[in-house]
Structures are given as structure tokens and as C-alpha cells.
């Protein structure tokens, strides 16, 4: 599957693919904001989606490169699951957006994880995002070790911003 991903998209399919994963949901991401999606009739936070995978016991990371906001951080209190569970590094340097669902199915493209990049924002508010979603091997192997490459903290020695970095991982 190579299948390009634009607007929408990101929500409807990515984002409900994601919803899915049943051993690993990696995310990396430049910024992160208070994303809800629809939960039946309901809109909810989406780390509330995050707090029920980790209760099924799937192992979510994320990457992102600011601080997330307040209220962000308010939903993530309400999580007491994910404020225990949930793994998370803050890279500045990171501008990728990967999310990669069970080591099979990679997304790769513009959107952050935010309301205006994937979320249930109306077609007016949105922003324009493009990707690829695939479960191409060599394509979804390389997204793995992009991203494993940060969390491992393999680009922290020769990163020329580590003076500015909140806790670098080397």
C-alpha cells in the first residue's frame, strides 16, 4: 500500500488507523496542541484515545519539539493513566511527522498533531496537509529508524542545540 493522504484524510483515516494499533503507536510531531476527535456522539480529547490504548497495554511514544500548551496539559492531568504510562521526549530539532502504527503502517507528511493538522477542525479551518500512508518495507523501515535514531538519542552529540534543549537524551 502507497496511498497518498490529504486533508481529512489525516482524521478519517490516519488518525482512525491509529485508534487501531495494538502493540506500538510512535508519533512524532513539531507541534501538539489540544487534538479532540469524535468518540460516538461525543467529541473527546484525543490523549483520551491515548490513555485507552495504554490501558490495553499498547506502548505509545511520542516526539515533539515545544512544550505543548495549556490546555494540553490540562487534558493530560485529567489522564492519570498517561501522566504515568505515556512516553514522551522533547526534541527541539524535530520537524518530522511520523506516525507509525504497530511497525506496519507508516504516515509521513505535513501534519502536526493538532485540531488544523489532523483533528475534526470544520473544512474551513483547516489547514492544507499532504502525506503518504504505507506499509512499504523499506519505506516503513526507514520511518522506524528516523524516528528510533531520536528517541535513543543518537543525534544528541553532534546536535549544535543542545544548550537550548530541556533534557537531552545524551
Not at 489525516?10 to 510512535?26: E, F, G, P
Not at 489532523?118 to 492544507?128: E, I, L, Q, W
Request: hydrophobic letters at 40%; proline letters at 6%.
Amino acid at each position: 500500500m502507497l496511498d497518498f493522504i490529504s486533508d481529512t484524510a489525516h482524521y478519517d483515516i490516519v488518525l482512525n488507523l491509529a485508534t487501531q494499533a495494538k502493540r506500538s503507536l510512535w508519533i512524532g510531531t513539531a507541534d501538539i496542541k489540544d487534538l479532540h476527535v469524535k468518540k460516538g456522539t461525543a467529541a473527546v480529547p484525543f490523549l483520551t484515545v491515548l490513555s485507552e490504548l495504554i490501558r490495553r497495554k499498547v506502548e505509545i511514544r511520542l516526539i515533539y519539539a515545544k512544550r505543548p500548551g495549556q490546555p494540553f496539559q490540562e487534558d493530560l492531568n485529567r489522564q492519570p493513566l498517561l501522566k504515568r504510562h505515556l512516553e514522551q521526549v522533547l526534541c527541539p530539532r524535530v520537524h518530522f511527522k511520523i506516525i507509525l502504527i504497530d511497525s506496519r503502517i507508516a504516515y509521513i507528511g505535513s501534519a502536526n498533531l493538532t485540531g488544523a493538522g489532523m483533528g475534526m477542525k470544520s473544512p474551513f479551518r483547516r489547514n492544507f496537509e499532504a502525506g503518504i500512508l504505507t506499509d512499504d518495507p523499506a519505506i516503513l523501515n526507514a520511518a522506524i529508524e528516523e524516528f528510533d535514531k531520536i528517541w535513543r538519542g543518537a543525534e544528541c552529540p553532534r546536535c549544535q542545540r543542545k544548550a537550548f534543549c530541556p533534557s537531552p537524551l545524551a
